[in-house]
């Protein structure tokens, strides 16, 4: 049985779709079919200016088997800015292959590293969560419903690199507008077009010129074309002063925009917070929300030379 991998030219990386479609649309949550189109304009998205500009494309391999793709890679070895300071090394930005094909993942993952290696590359990091917009509404990190691709890194040495981001969703979402905790407030609605077939929403609480806090909405369908992801919108951010928290701003932003939300058509509502985020977890439980997903990113250093294998202590 043949295994090949192949280098992928970039410009025909749209093709890839079907791999993405196959192995993990609509098995990880909040992850919807790609067409070629999308999938070629939201690997790399050009808003995102984390990456630095000498940042080079990398390189796209294929897994086949028997002539048959069976997952993919992506790898480029560069530097990204991340909190203020320098994150360098080899990135992943992706890799799948199909379940039960081990050796094709294992043969892509080797293939990312000699590649990282070969250019100097000493640490590892694979799902960065930089591009593939496309993927887990802006939040390409790996989640544990790709257990064997999460177990291929793990048994490779990755460890994951920070806290996961854990994912909740609310079907057939159903909202009460409270009271305004300070009627004197102003609230203002902003309405944005954007990719999706509905518009992005973000509610304000303004005081005498100051921002109480907000919530920022944002259509599934900005991230990815399918029919599925149009009438589902994003929490993508909530937050509230901390003077004026446990008043009920947090509630009441938060349902004013889904209510906003809902008169526009959606239907369905997801948000996303820090695993370590208690606080944001315990309150959007409270209003409807369940756990759907922990999506996460690794890291590998690469082994100091005394602890290399096959060198023998002094
Ligand atoms: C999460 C956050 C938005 C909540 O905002 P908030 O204004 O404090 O939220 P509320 O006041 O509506 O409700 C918060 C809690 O206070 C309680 N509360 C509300 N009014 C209260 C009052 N008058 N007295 C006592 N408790 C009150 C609510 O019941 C709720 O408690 P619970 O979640 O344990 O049930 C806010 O803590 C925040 O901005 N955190 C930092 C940013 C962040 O983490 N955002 C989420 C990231 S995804």
Same mark, same amino acid.
């Given at each position: 049985?043949?295994?090949e991998?192949?280098?992928?030219?970039l410009g025909?990386?749209?093709e890839l779709?079907?791999?993405y479609?196959?192995?993990?649309?609509?098995?990880?949550p909040?992850c919807?079919p790609?067409?070629?189109d999308?999938f070629?304009?939201?690997w790399?998205?050009p808003t995102?200016?984390?990456?630095l500009?000498?940042f080079p494309?990398g390189c796209v391999l294929?897994?086949?088997?028997?002539?048959?793709?069976r997952g993919?890679?992506?790898v480029?070895v560069?530097?990204i800015m991340q909190?203020?300071?320098?994150?360098?090394?080899g990135?992943?930005?992706?890799?799948t292959?199909?379940?039960?094909?081990?050796d094709?993942?294992?043969?892509l993952?080797?293939?990312?590293?000699q590649?990282?290696?070969?250019? +100097?590359a000493d640490? !590892?990091h694979?799902f960065d969560? *930089?591009?593939?917009?496309?993927h887990? %509404?802006?939040?390409p @990190?790996?989640?544990?419903k790709m257990g064997?691709?999460?177990?291929?890194?793990?048994?490779?040495?990755?460890?994951?690199?920070?806290?996961?981001e854990?994912?909740?969703?609310?079907?057939?979402?159903?909202v009460?507008?409270p009271?305004?905790p300070?009627?004197?407030?102003?609230?203002q609605v902003?309405?944005k077009?954007?990719h999706?077939?509905?518009?992005?929403?973000?509610v304000?609480?303004?005081?005498?010129?100051?921002?109480?806090g907000?919530?920022?909405?944002?259509?599934?369908?900005?991230?990815n074309?399918a029919h599925e992801?149009?009438?589902r919108?994003?929490?993508? +951010?909530?937050?509230? !002063?901390?003077?004026v928290r446990? *008043?009920?701003?947090?509630?009441y932003? %938060?349902?004013r925009a @889904?209510d906003?939300a809902?008169?526009?058509?959606?239907?369905?509502t997801?948000?996303?917070?820090a695993?370590?985020n208690?606080?944001?977890?315990?309150?959007?439980t409270?209003?409807g929300y369940r756990?759907?997903?922990?999506?996460?990113?690794f890291v590998?250093?690469k082994?100091?030379?005394?602890?290399?294998?096959?060198r023998?202590?002094?």
């Amino acid at each position: 049985m043949t295994l090949e991998i192949k280098d992928w030219p970039l410009g025909r990386i749209g093709e890839l779709a079907d791999i993405y479609n196959a192995q993990v649309a609509g098995l990880v949550p909040h992850c919807y079919p790609i067409t070629p189109d999308w999938f070629s304009a939201g690997w790399h998205d050009p808003t995102n200016t984390d990456a630095l500009p000498s940042f080079p494309d990398g390189c796209v391999l294929v897994g086949l088997r028997e002539g048959k793709k069976r997952g993919f890679a992506h790898v480029r070895v560069g530097g990204i800015m991340q909190s203020g300071s320098l994150l360098d090394g080899g990135f992943i930005h992706f890799l799948t292959y199909e379940v039960g094909h081990r050796d094709v993942g294992e043969a892509l993952l080797k293939q990312c590293e000699q590649y990282s290696e070969d250019l +100097g590359a000493d640490t !590892m990091h694979a799902f960065d969560g *930089r591009f593939y917009r496309f993927h887990h %509404l802006g939040y390409p @990190l790996a989640s544990d419903k790709m257990g064997h691709v999460c177990g291929l890194l793990g048994m490779n040495g990755y460890t994951i690199a920070d806290e996961g981001e854990m994912f909740m969703e609310y079907l057939d979402y159903d909202v009460v507008v409270p009271v305004l905790p300070r009627p004197a407030c102003d609230i203002q609605v902003s309405v944005k077009e954007g990719h999706g077939e509905l518009p992005n929403i973000t509610v304000e609480a303004v005081h005498l010129g100051q921002d109480l806090g907000n919530c920022v909405l944002v259509s599934c369908g900005d991230y990815n074309g399918a029919h599925e992801a149009q009438n589902r919108i994003f929490v993508k +951010g909530l937050w509230v !002063m901390k003077e004026v928290r446990r *008043r009920g701003w947090g509630r009441y932003l %938060l349902m004013r925009a @889904l209510d906003e939300a809902y008169r526009r058509g959606y239907r369905h509502t997801i948000i996303s917070t820090a695993q370590t985020n208690y606080r944001a977890q315990l309150f959007y439980t409270n209003y409807g929300y369940r756990v759907t997903d922990m999506v996460y990113g690794f890291v590998k250093q690469k082994a100091p030379l005394a602890d290399a294998p096959g060198r023998r202590p002094a």
